[in-house]
């Protein structure tokens, strides 16, 4: 589903996502940054993922269309090769609390402490 509405909360570092039927999503840059589509994250194939640490303070610096289906978005740590489809976003924000959970999952069995920072 195609969002009407994108915004770029900086000082938050949320993107919200408006949708026509009347679904909102407000999702972490970081969150974005760590499910990233791009094989840098993702891998290959399944079980090639990798953890993504020390993103607590990515912001997102610029948002750039890619034709009629996705947009691009460029991270303050310089990774910018993530497409994000309109479906995948929609996902992203649906599935909000269990993939977050699952991030924080991982990063504690992979001994890695997540700094919270305030906004």
Request: charged content about 35%; overall charge negative; proline content about 4%.
């Amino acid at each position: 589903m195609r969002p009407t509405e994108i915004q770029l909360h900086k000082k938050s570092r949320i993107l919200e996502l408006a949708y026509e039927d009347g679904t909102r999503h407000k999702l972490p840059c970081e969150y974005l940054r760590v499910y990233s589509p791009s094989a840098e994250v993702q891998g290959h194939g399944p079980g090639q993922e990798t953890l993504q640490i020390g993103k607590e303070e990515v912001e997102i610096e610029a948002i750039e269309p890619v034709g009629n289906y996705a947009i691009k978005l460029v991270f303050s740590d310089t990774h910018d090769t993530g497409i994000y489809d309109w479906d995948l976003l929609y996902e992203l924000g649906d599935k909000y609390e269990e993939k977050w959970a699952d991030y924080l999952r991982r990063l504690e069995e992979a001994g890695h402490k997540r700094r919270e920072i305030a906004n």
